[in-house]
């Protein structure tokens, strides 16, 4: 196993560095104040359309597609630290048109689509010219087990003909947003629970679809991206823009899933190094009862910790997208679930310390990290929740000391 980075790697992180200390961070401020300021929230904010220019120019746009001359063609051990270095600021990743979820639909869509999918949607969202949305979560079941989707995808002649209700539907709130990848169910009634679904692709204008509300998280909207309730009410699409065919969803999901779990955790990664700089910049600055917070044991301990933890979940995740390279993501399904607990979980220890070693201002939005710790927090259940990947994990580690079905026969056992 090795985690040097090839000199393509680090070209690329020395470049994106240098365009996040001259363009982002200095900007992190302004975007935050156009923003506020902005009558319609749900508009692009002007600072993010300024910069993504430059960033093309730079040569720093679609980093994310691996396999393919529209992107940079980089592998997910190669692409996973500079998911680190935009991460550290969330609204970073737009400016690289890195974001999700357009970066899993656009895979997707690579992937499973057809030539006239790639000229209608791919060719804008890789140019940056739209936005995407995937909508799969629904508020009716429990959709931490993906079976129970309850949305009908039925087939009427040259139509498909939607109907259902999702929610949690990240990006339907941008006015760019032009397509939905939807999850339904083509065959309820197939033995094969995993060959029920499909994914299928829906214009945003199709008549019936309709946006019933946006979702805060803790407070945050996250405009102009946000997260929709949908109701897909006899919504028609062209049977052609089924994904792959009929019952393939699953497969569909398992390959858009696996490298946005890298992405996930990556950022989380940066995230948290961004609040473990905080915290001991904040450590030395501020002198409760005569002395440094630097000079308070608990407060060394917590920075120490942090940077064991930070640094066992990088490895941890280069090693997951390392596997994913080497041997795939059905048998890297291990690795995946072990850092899609462990990463989130530890950018909120770590962002939560930064917080109290703020005080009453860390709580507030006069710093980032209320904010910070909403992403890192919303991340334990997105893509399955914790305790699903636990408890898959668990049960492939006790599979490793079953005794083989048949042992023991003819043995007058």
Not at 23 to 47: C, F, K, T, Y
Not at 228 to 249: K, Q
Not at 330 to 345: F, G, L
């Amino acid at each position: 196993m090795d985690f040097s980075y090839s000199p393509k790697v680090v070209a690329l992180r020395e470049r994106l560095q240098a365009f996040m200390d001259e363009h982002i961070i200095p900007n992190d401020h302004l975007h935050h104040e156009q923003h506020a300021a902005m009558p319609d929230r749900w508009q692009p904010v002007p600072i993010v359309e300024t910069l993504k220019p430059k960033a093309r120019e730079a040569g720093l746009w679609n980093l994310f597609l691996p396999a393919s001359h529209h992107g940079a063609g980089l592998t997910n051990l190669e692409y996973a630290p500079l998911a680190e270095i935009m991460g550290a600021y969330p609204w970073a990743s737009e400016v690289f048109n890195c974001s999700a979820p357009d970066t899993g639909n656009m895979e997707t869509i690579e992937r499973y689509g057809t030539e006239a999918h790639k000229a209608r949607w791919l060719t804008p969202l890789l140019a940056g010219e739209i936005r995407s949305c995937f909508a799969m979560t629904e508020p009716d079941v429990a959709s931490s087990d993906a079976t129970n989707i309850q949305t009908r995808i039925t087939r009427d002649g040259d139509h498909y003909v939607i109907n259902g209700r999702k929610w949690w539907s990240s990006g339907a709130g941008d006015p760019r947003c032009q397509v939905f990848i939807v999850m339904g169910k083509t065959d309820p009634d197939s033995p094969d629970k995993h060959r029920q679904q499909s994914m299928i692709l829906v214009p945003r204008d199709a008549p019936g679809l309709v946006i019933k509300r946006m979702l805060p998280v803790f407070g945050f909207d996250d405009a102009p991206h946000g997260h929709a309730e949908l109701l897909f009410n006899d919504v028609r699409v062209p049977v052609d823009n089924i994904l792959l065919g009929e019952g393939r969803g699953f497969e569909i999901a398992q390959g858009r899933l696996g490298p946005g779990r890298i992405h996930h955790c990556m950022r989380a990664i940066g995230l948290a190094e961004r609040a473990l700089a905080m915290m001991c910049k904040r450590a030395l600055e501020r002198r409760p009862f005569g002395k440094p917070l630097a000079d308070q044991g608990v407060m060394v301990d917590r920075i120490a910790q942090s940077r064991i933890l930070i640094d066992q979940c990088r490895l941890l995740t280069l090693h997951a997208a390392w596997r994913m390279d080497t041997v795939g993501n059905k048998v890297a399904r291990t690795e995946i679930a072990e850092i899609k607990v462990a990463a989130p979980d530890m950018a909120c220890q770590v962002i939560d310390w930064a917080i109290q070693a703020h005080g009453g201002g860390g709580v507030t939005e006069d710093f980032p990290l209320a904010y910070m710790y909403k992403i890192a927090r919303t991340l334990r259940i997105v893509d399955g929740p914790d305790e699903v990947h636990r408890f898959q994990l668990g049960r492939m580690e006790l599979n490793k000391h079953r005794p083989p079905r048949n042992a023991g026969v003819g043995q007058g056992v």
